[in-house]
C-alpha cells in the first residue's frame, strides 16, 4: 500500500578565482552568518503545461530537429516554501523543475525581471530553475540550429513564452502556500549508468563500443540512490514530491516529437495513485558522466523490457515510483510542521578551462574537414569554431559565472549547480557534508559538462574542449565552496 493512499541570510560574497589555493584563503577568512531556529514552514505548489502549439526546434544533438508532433506535454513544477517565526517570515524559496535540456540565462534572466514585478516582496535570486534534461524540448538560445525562416517558433519567441509561464507558475505556487509538513527519506534504483568506456590506449568514448577488444572498462562510478522530499498540507494530503537521480531524462533523445521523457510517465504513475493532487519535482543529481542508456548487457536489458511488455520509460518511471511509495511508507510518520529552514545563494567565478595551443590547432583542422562534408554541418561547425574564439580572449575572459544555492531543511540539504557535473563531484559533495542526507542537484543554468581530470585524460566527447566551459581545476573549487556553504547551516552536527 502506498503512503500516498490516505531568508534572508543570503551570503552574497563574490569571489574571484585564480587558483584553488586562493579560494580556500578566502574560505577561511568568510565569517559565517547567524541562522534562526526551526521555524513553521509554508509551502505553496503548482504545475503548467509550456507544450508550444506549433513546431519548435529541439535542443540536445549536434544538428536541427524540428518537432513533428507531441509524444507527451513538457512541464514546470513549482514549489514555494517560506519559513515563519511568530508570524514573520524568515526566509524563502521557489524551486522549479522544468522539461529543459538545460536553462538558459536569457531565460532565467527574464523570469526574474518580470518575476520582480509581479511578486515585489519575494527576492528573485532565491528563484532557482533545473532542467530534467529532456532532449525533446525547445531550445531558447539563437544561433545554434539551422531553422525555416517560417512555420516554426524561434528560439527567442520560445525563450519569453516559456518565461512567461515560468513567472506564472511561480506566482501560483507562492499565491497558494500554507503551513505543511515536510519528510525526507533515501531509496535505491537503477536508474543510470556510466556511459564513457574505456580502452587498451587509455582513450576514452561516450557510448563506446564495449564489443572490441581493446576495450579495458568502465570509467567511472554510479549512484543509485533516490534521494527523495515529501510535502504534506495540513490535512495530511500530500502536496509535493521532490525525486533527486543521478539520471538525465533521454531515454527518447533521438525522437523528433516534443515530451518530458521518463518523468512524464513517472508523473503519471503517481498521478494515477493520488487523483493528480500531488506534484513531482524531477531533480538530476550529478550525472554528466551518467545516462539512461546501456553500452553493455544491450541485449539481455531489451530480452527484460520486451518480457514486461513495457517502454523503457515505463520501466525507469516503475523502479522510481516504486522507491517513493516505500519510502514515503516509512517515512510518513516522520513529517515535521517545525524545521530549520535556509537558503544561500552564492555566485561564483569558478576558473575556465584553458584552451591549449594543440586544441585550437585541431579545432581548425576540424572546422575545415567538416566544411567538406556533405549535409547539414553547421551545428558542428559552430560548435568547434567556438572553441578557435575562445583561444583568442582567454586572457581577458578567465573566469565563468556559476550561481549556487544551498539549502537546508531540517536534517537534509540541497546543493545546486548550472552544470553536467561528473558525478565524482557530487560524491565529493555527499561524502563531505554535515547534512544528514544531501540532494545534489545539477542543471540550475546553461549546463556545460564539468568533467573530472580522468575524464580530460581519456578525451572523448563530454571531456574534450568542445564540451567544456569550465574544467577539473573549477569543478575542485566548486566542490570546496559548495562543501563550506553546506558545513556552515550545519556547525553543530559533527562531520
Same mark, same amino acid.
Given at each position: 500500500?502506498?503512503?500516498?493512499?490516505?531568508?534572508?541570510?543570503?551570503?552574497?560574497?563574490?569571489?574571484?578565482?585564480?587558483?584553488?589555493?586562493?579560494?580556500?584563503?578566502?574560505?577561511?577568512?568568510?565569517?559565517?552568518?547567524?541562522?534562526?531556529?526551526?521555524?513553521?514552514?509554508?509551502?505553496?505548489?503548482?504545475?503548467?503545461?509550456?507544450?508550444?502549439?506549433?513546431?519548435?526546434?529541439?535542443?540536445?544533438?549536434?544538428?536541427?530537429?524540428?518537432?513533428?508532433?507531441?509524444?507527451?506535454?513538457?512541464?514546470?513544477?513549482?514549489?514555494?516554501?517560506?519559513?515563519?517565526?511568530?508570524?514573520?517570515?524568515?526566509?524563502q524559496?521557489?524551486?522549479?523543475?522544468?522539461?529543459?535540456?538545460?536553462?538558459?540565462?536569457?531565460?532565467?534572466?527574464?523570469?526574474?525581471?518580470k518575476?520582480?514585478?509581479?511578486?515585489?516582496?519575494?527576492?528573485?535570486?532565491?528563484?532557482?530553475?533545473?532542467?530534467?534534461?529532456?532532449?525533446?524540448?525547445?531550445?531558447?538560445?539563437?544561433?545554434?540550429?539551422?531553422?525555416?525562416?517560417?512555420?516554426?517558433?524561434?528560439?527567442?519567441?520560445?525563450?519569453?513564452?516559456?518565461?512567461?509561464k515560468?513567472?506564472?507558475?511561480?506566482?501560483?505556487?507562492?499565491?497558494?502556500?500554507?503551513?505543511?509538513?515536510?519528510?525526507?527519506?533515501?531509496?535505491?534504483?537503477?536508474?543510470?549508468m556510466?556511459?564513457?568506456?574505456?580502452?587498451?590506449?587509455?582513450?576514452?568514448?561516450?557510448?563506446?563500443?564495449?564489443?572490441?577488444?581493446?576495450?579495458?572498462?568502465?570509467?567511472?562510478?554510479?549512484?543509485h540512490?533516490?534521494?527523495?522530499?515529501?510535502?504534506?498540507d495540513?490535512?495530511?494530503?500530500?502536496?509535493a514530491?521532490?525525486?533527486?537521480?543521478?539520471?538525465?531524462?533521454?531515454?527518447?533523445?533521438?525522437?523528433?516529437?516534443?515530451?518530458?521523457?521518463?518523468?512524464?510517465?513517472?508523473? #503519471?504513475? !503517481?498521478?494515477?495513485?493520488? =487523483?493528480?493532487k500531488?506534484?513531482?519535482l %524531477? *531533480?538530476?543529481?550529478?550525472?554528466? /558522466?551518467?545516462?539512461?542508456?546501456h553500452?553493455?548487457?544491450?541485449?539481455?536489458?531489451?530480452?527484460?523490457?520486451?518480457?514486461?511488455?513495457?517502454?523503457?520509460?515505463?520501466?525507469?518511471?516503475?523502479?522510481i515510483?516504486?522507491?517513493?511509495?516505500?519510502?514515503?511508507?516509512?517515512?510518513?510518520?516522520?513529517?515535521h510542521?517545525?524545521?530549520?529552514?535556509?537558503?544561500?545563494?552564492?555566485?561564483?567565478?569558478?576558473?575556465?578551462?584553458?584552451?591549449?595551443?594543440?586544441?585550437?590547432?585541431?579545432?581548425?583542422?576540424?572546422? #575545415?574537414? !567538416?566544411?567538406?562534408?556533405? =549535409?547539414?554541418?553547421?551545428?558542428?561547425? %559552430? *560548435?568547434?569554431?567556438?572553441?578557435? /574564439?575562445?583561444?583568442?580572449?582567454?586572457?581577458?575572459?578567465?573566469?565563468?559565472p556559476?550561481?549556487?544555492?544551498?539549502?537546508?531543511?531540517?536534517?537534509?540539504?540541497?546543493?545546486?549547480?548550472?552544470?553536467?557535473?561528473?558525478?565524482?563531484?557530487?560524491?565529493?559533495?555527499?561524502?563531505?557534508?554535515?547534512?544528514?542526507?544531501?540532494?545534489?542537484?545539477?542543471?540550475?543554468?546553461?549546463?556545460?559538462?564539468?568533467?573530472?581530470?580522468?575524464?580530460?585524460?581519456?578525451?572523448?566527447?563530454?571531456a574534450?574542449?568542445?564540451?567544456?566551459?569550465?574544467?577539473?581545476?573549477? =569543478?575542485?573549487?566548486?566542490?570546496?565552496k559548495?562543501?563550506?556553504?553546506?558545513?556552515?547551516?550545519?556547525?553543530?552536527?559533527?562531520?
Amino acid at each position: 500500500m502506498s503512503y500516498f493512499s490516505d531568508s534572508h541570510c543570503c551570503c552574497l560574497t563574490r569571489i574571484f578565482p585564480l587558483t584553488l589555493s586562493r579560494i580556500l584563503l578566502v574560505l577561511m577568512t568568510v565569517a559565517p552568518c547567524a541562522f534562526s531556529l526551526a521555524a513553521e514552514l509554508h509551502v505553496g505548489v503548482s504545475m503548467i503545461d509550456f507544450t508550444p502549439d506549433q513546431p519548435i526546434a529541439l535542443r540536445g544533438q549536434l544538428h536541427t530537429r524540428i518537432s513533428t508532433g507531441v509524444d507527451s506535454p513538457i512541464t514546470a513544477t513549482a514549489l514555494a516554501i517560506e519559513s515563519v517565526e511568530n508570524g514573520k517570515a524568515t526566509d524563502q524559496a521557489i524551486l522549479i523543475s522544468c522539461d529543459l535540456v538545460s536553462i538558459g540565462t536569457n531565460v532565467l534572466d527574464e523570469t526574474r525581471e518580470k518575476l520582480a514585478k509581479r511578486l515585489p516582496h519575494f527576492d528573485v535570486k532565491k528563484l532557482v530553475v533545473t532542467a530534467t534534461h529532456t532532449h525533446t524540448s525547445g531550445t531558447s538560445t539563437d544561433g545554434i540550429y539551422e531553422i525555416p525562416e517560417t512555420g516554426v517558433m524561434k528560439p527567442l519567441e520560445f525563450a519569453t513564452f516559456l518565461a512567461n509561464k515560468l513567472v506564472d507558475v511561480s506566482v501560483q505556487a507562492w499565491e497558494t502556500r500554507r503551513p505543511a509538513s515536510v519528510a525526507w527519506g533515501l531509496g535505491h534504483a537503477v536508474t543510470g549508468m556510466n556511459r564513457r568506456a574505456v580502452y587498451a590506449d587509455g582513450s576514452a568514448v561516450m557510448y563506446g563500443n564495449t564489443k572490441l577488444p581493446e576495450f579495458r572498462g568502465i570509467e567511472g562510478g554510479e549512484d543509485h540512490g533516490v534521494e527523495l522530499l515529501y510535502f504534506w498540507d495540513a490535512e495530511k494530503k500530500p502536496l509535493a514530491t521532490c525525486v533527486n537521480v543521478a539520471c538525465p531524462s533521454q531515454i527518447l533523445e533521438h525522437k523528433k516529437q516534443i515530451g518530458a521523457d521518463y518523468w512524464h510517465d513517472v508523473r #503519471e504513475a !503517481l498521478g494515477a495513485s493520488l =487523483g493528480g493532487k500531488n506534484r513531482v519535482l %524531477g *531533480w538530476p543529481g550529478a550525472a554528466g /558522466d551518467i545516462s539512461p542508456h546501456h553500452i553493455f548487457r544491450k541485449a539481455a536489458e531489451a530480452r527484460m523490457l520486451k518480457l514486461r511488455g513495457i517502454p523503457e520509460t515505463q520501466e525507469m518511471a516503475r523502479r522510481i515510483v516504486r522507491e517513493v511509495n516505500e519510502v514515503g511508507d516509512l517515512v510518513k510518520n516522520d513529517a515535521h510542521t517545525d524545521v530549520i529552514f535556509h537558503h544561500l545563494v552564492q555566485n561564483l567565478d569558478l576558473p575556465v578551462r584553458k584552451v591549449t595551443v594543440e586544441e585550437v590547432e585541431e579545432a581548425k583542422r576540424k572546422v #575545415e574537414e !567538416l566544411k567538406k562534408k556533405e =549535409g547539414e554541418q553547421g551545428v558542428r561547425i %559552430g *560548435w568547434t569554431s567556438r572553441v578557435i /574564439d575562445r583561444f583568442k580572449g582567454q586572457d581577458k575572459n578567465i573566469t565563468y559565472p556559476a550561481e549556487i544555492h544551498v539549502l537546508r531543511i531540517g536534517d537534509i540539504v540541497i546543493a545546486t549547480n548550472p552544470f553536467e557535473l561528473f558525478q565524482d563531484f557530487g560524491i565529493q559533495i555527499q561524502g563531505r557534508s554535515k547534512a544528514l542526507q544531501t540532494f545534489v542537484v545539477q542543471l540550475t543554468g546553461p549546463g556545460t559538462y564539468l568533467p573530472t581530470q580522468r575524464a580530460v585524460n581519456g578525451g572523448g566527447y563530454s571531456a574534450i574542449i568542445q564540451s567544456n566551459q569550465v574544467g577539473p581545476e573549477g =569543478g575542485q573549487v566548486l566542490v570546496e565552496k559548495t562543501v563550506e556553504m553546506i558545513n556552515s547551516l550545519f556547525d553543530d552536527v559533527k562531520p
